[in-house]
């Protein structure tokens, strides 16, 4: 039985031969799905399908439109891993996000971004972050239009029933108990950590918890970290920033070289064992060995596990804190779960310093707002957020496909790297380019990308760091098209 239903001032919408005066003769030739993704795109986002409305069933305009039902099945396909519509059981497909505004490039040639033009200092990601472009492929960001608006409502209002007032005060700089006990219940079912609540520190993402480390560290003596190379530049600047050194350590294929660490005499390596940045290779079974042998003769470990979580063509990888405790200071947050405004994140460390580290959260900032601290609790606690991460795993893996296409079609000779997890790949190209220079040419036409050299202390081959997770696959093709012709003007 049919139960759509005419536009109503609840906002269902019904098929009809009227429907947006679709007329599929305009569709071209083999791209029905995509034309009617397009023009029911474009009726989201100028209003005239509104949030919270229901689109026709499959069958319904289908039989209007005189298509097969498959051409709706895929338009709405599209639209759902574009985050603005969701499957609703039987109250059908229903609208819930506008697309987001696009920035309209300039016709003339513009002067070469300043964020390019020379060594890249501690603004240089907001100088990026603030650059007008139409498609980012900034890595490390999520599917932002993906956070879960409905699941955070409920979680927040069932917080707010129960609340005290006492909880309206100030509360403890380690976080509040209810996040700290669901925080180590989640490292235990997802990472393989069994950590007493206690131990649990709650900070303003990884990059609090970086400042904090180094602060703890700098003040027992230990004045450098070593890191992976290539390895995040961020990491780099906030240790760089407390006063600590950053010898380079090198990264092939099996992870951080841990002979070259031993080598180096530095007293604290920083590494991203799980899923390494950004070259997305695992520290394999023997670096492992290795490693935490260093680790046990008087070498600290600091793991970032930044996405770990986000995997797809392999088996979880177990964190080093869960097989060394005493000797790994452990980080991770949920910026790449649901998303960097939040603002939350965790850090776990050695019996030794946790006073210490404790003192120095007390008087950043006495503690993270309580409020979304219990709202993110409820969300682990009630199944909503492995939930979410389940819909996110099946997403980025098919937006993962569809940029390795891209990159084949448009990067011919191009290389790709760490497809098996995380939110971002690393591509490396064939020949002599600079890849700064590409990036500033491929963001004079729209487009955000980050070069491998930024990320890179000793000398790397040319190549961008890539993220996937936050684009649609017709975005991704039109990004990597546009890098396509900006390598080809540059040779």
Known sequence: MDRAKPLTAEGSITAGADFLQLDVGEAPPGGRADWLAARLRAAIADGRVPVGARLPASRVLAAELGVSRGVVTEAYQRLTEDGHVAGRGRAGTVVVATPAAVVTRAPAPRRPPEVFAARPDTAV?????????????????????????????????????????????????????????????????????????????????????????????HADGVHTVAVEDPGSLGVRQHLNNWRLDTPPVPVDTDGLRVDRLEASAAPAVMLTPAHQFPTGVVLDGDRRR????????????????????????????????????????????????????????????????????????????????????????????????????????????????????????????????????????LV????????????????????????????????????????????????????????????????
Not at 189 to 207: K, L, M, T, W, Y
Not at 439 to 467: D, E, F, I
């Open 125 to 217: 990601f907001d100088a990026l972050r603030h650059a007008p472009a139409e498609l980012d492929l900034t890595p490390g960001v999520p599917d932002l239009a993906a956070f879960p608006r409905a699941a955070w409502l409920r979680a927040e209002r069932a917080v707010l029933h129960r609340l005290v007032p006492a909880a309206f005060g100030y509360g403890d700089p380690t976080g509040t108990p209810a996040l700290r006990l669901a925080i180590a219940t989640w490292l235990a079912r997802n990472r393989g950590i069994r950590v007493d609540p206690a131990e649990v520190v709650v900070v303003a993402g990884v990059s609090q918890a970086l400042g904090l480390l180094a602060q703890v560290l």
């Open 290 to 425: 290795r490693l935490l042998r260093w680790a046990r003769s008087g070498g600290l470990v600091i793991e970032d596990d930044y996405d770990a979580e986000h995997r797809y063509d392999r088996p979880p990888v177990p964190a080093l804190r869960g097989m060394l405790p005493d000797r790994v200071c452990y980080t991770g947050s949920v910026s790449k779960l649901l998303a960097p405004a939040l603002r939350i994140g965790w850090v776990l460390v050695p019996a030794r310093w946790h006073d210490d580290l404790v003192a120095a959260k007390r008087m950043a900032d006495l503690g993270n707002a309580a409020l979304p601290q219990l709202v993110l609790a409820e969300l682990m606690d009630s199944g909503a957020l492995e939930r979410h991460l389940r819909l996110l795993r099946r997403r980025h893996v098919r937006r993962r496909d569809a940029m390795i296409r891209a990159i084949r079609e448009h990067l011919p000779g191009a290389v790709v790297h760490g497809a098996a997890a995380g939110l971002h790949l």
């Open 428 to 491: 490396t190209l064939p020949g002599e380019v600079d890849d700064t220079a590409l990036a500033a040419a491929a963001l004079r036409q729209g487009v955000k990308v980050q070069p491998l050299s930024w990320h890179a202390q000793l000398p790397q081959p040319p190549g961008l760091v890539l993220g996937y997770a936050a684009n649609p696959p017709s975005d991704l093709d039109r990004a990597l098209a546009t890098l396509g012709a900006a390598l080809c003007d540059l040779r």
